[in-house]
């Protein structure tokens, strides 16, 4: 990969071997650019998500704050891990759904993994067949698939441009990792919640929904494409 795993990601993967590992295999995989390529990543993330990464990372991000007077904190519920052309990778507390909230088609293709201690309800929506992802037509309407319930050390995948997934997690919400593949759809098209018809469609770029923080020392060659969050 050309400057994916430098500087800030390098310094994490190096003090959370389980964090190194699976970045060594996805960027294996992936060196090809075949999006589809994405897919046989699975066993190496659920491997993470079954790992003490998150335990790790904790510590490594300690440290960082007590030898980086630069470093920022990230915000308080989400932790932007890879920023990268091929791949992102985010560690989210996912709190409960908001009512009413619009629904947001995958730009990438998506595989979350619940690290706990809570479970994770994700209602599972159909995109509708028959139109191009950069055919504006809101006569585009989803259709329910149902829900499902990850527990922790558990994942699931979701395909672009055929799921739309919410998320609800517990009250006291539920840490997860979201792991994201390159872009495979131009436009992000947002659907209203109760009426399922879409609304607008903007540029599906994972950068709009990356953690704000300051630039630290480590992190001056930081991609600038970053993890997408639903």
């Not at 998320?167 to 495979?184: H, I, R, Y």
Request: glycine share 8%; proline share 7%; net charge neutral.
């Amino acid at each position: 990969m050309s400057t994916s795993i430098v500087d800030l990601v390098a310094w994490r993967a190096e003090r959370v071997p389980a964090l190194g590992v699976f970045l060594k295999d996805v960027a294996r995989r992936l060196s090809g650019g075949d999006p589809e390529a994405f897919w046989g990543c699975a066993p190496a993330f659920e491997a993470l998500v079954r790992s003490v990464a998150a335990r790790d990372l904790l510590r490594a991000e300690l440290d960082l704050a007590a030898e980086d007077p630069r470093y920022a904190p990230p915000s308080a519920d989400a932790l932007s891990l890879v920023e990268a052309h091929e791949f992102g990778l985010l560690l989210k507390l996912v709190p409960p759904a908001a009512a009413g909230e619009p629904l947001q088609s995958l730009p990438e293709h998506l595989q979350v993994g619940v690290l706990g201690p809570g479970r994770l309800a994700v209602d599972v929506y159909a995109e509708a067949p028959g139109y191009r992802n950069e055919s504006v037509a809101r006569a585009r309407r989803l259709r329910g698939e149902g829900a499902i319930s990850i527990g922790a050390g558990e994942i699931a995948g979701f395909r672009s441009g055929e799921h739309v997934v919410r998320f609800d997690g517990p009250p006291e919400g539920t840490l997860c990792l979201l792991f994201t593949s390159a872009v495979v759809q131009r436009l992000r098209w947002v659907y209203d919640a109760n009426t399922l018809l879409a609304v607008r469609a903007h540029a599906g770029l994972r950068a709009e929904h990356a953690p704000a923080r300051r630039r630290s020392r480590l992190d001056h060659r930081e991609s600038p494409v970053s993890a997408w969050l639903v």
